[in-house]
């Protein structure tokens, strides 16, 4: 129970997401914090009073979400984006039918590429691809930086093996529905209205610390039972990591 419960707060407080939420609002990185505790005990309890209190909370971070996020057009084109389309207009092959001796021409170009349903439909695609890529959590977005975003590591890439292994193990249990939702709402919510938030997809907070928090009391529970370490030099593993952690917070905090 001890050793869980260190974990939570470890992965809650050692990465520079939840810092720069806190810096820039306390009450929205007080929020979160609440917010990710509540998912990790209704995850471990699956209890429903734990679930009453953790979804208006968690409505409430979605709320923010939309409200700090500048939102997108799905069928607005800027110059360079007109530009870009009349450029792949042009490479597409002319295609006619034959139909009774006339010549019929069919825009396929056109229907591809420019009714605005399809520009809704390939704006939200990029921006769900956009959302769900491991770099943007784990890696600044690297090497897919977008243009007048200051992109930041919001975990660290040491634990990216251990949210994969915790995201597994989650999404197999029996509050796989919940736990789905939660992931599942957030992701929608971005696709629609645009990534362009200087504080990140935070409602995937919970998610993601629940996630790592879970791989990592695996990995440990794993290890001790493999090898049999004695609970000091698991502890004594789990500070060096920190550790490295911690100077690679301090690193993104100088620069």
Do not use: C
Not at 36 to 47: A, E, F, I, P, Q
Not at 140 to 147: D, G, L, S
Not at 188 to 203: E, Q
């Amino acid at each position: 129970m001890l050793i869980q419960s260190l974990l939570l707060i470890f992965v809650l407080f050692s990465n520079f997401w939840i810092w720069r939420l806190l810096e820039y609002n306390a009450l929205l990185g007080a929020l979160i914090i609440v917010t990710s505790t509540l998912l990790y005990l209704l995850l471990k309890k699956n209890s429903k009073h734990y679930l009453y209190i953790f979804l208006p909370l968690f409505i409430l971070v979605l709320f923010f979400q939309w409200q700090t996020t500048a939102k997108t057009s799905l069928s607005y084109l800027d110059k360079g984006e007109l530009g870009t389309q009349e450029m792949r207009l042009r490479q597409y092959p002319l295609v006619s039918i034959q139909i009774r001796g006339k010549t019929t021409w069919i825009p396929l170009a056109h229907w591809f590429e420019g009714r605005k349903e399809s520009i809704t439909f390939f704006r939200i695609q990029k921006n769900f691809s956009e959302i769900i890529d491991p770099n943007l959590y784990f890696f600044a977005n690297h090497p897919r930086e977008r243009v007048g975003i200051k992109e930041f590591e919001k975990f660290s890439y040491v634990l990216l093996p251990f949210f994969v292994i915790g995201m597994v193990s989650i999404l197999q249990r029996h509050m796989a529905k919940t736990i789905f939702f939660v992931l599942a709402i957030p992701i929608v919510l971005i696709s629609l209205i645009g990534h362009k938030n200087s504080l990140g997809p935070f409602a995937l907070f919970p998610f993601f610390v629940v996630s790592i928090a879970q791989g990592l009391k695996l990995a440990l529970g794993k290890l001790q039972a493999i090898s049999k370490v004695r609970t000091i030099q698991i502890l004594l593993v789990s500070m060096f990591t920190l550790a490295i952690i911690l100077v690679q917070l301090v690193a993104y905090v100088s620069y």
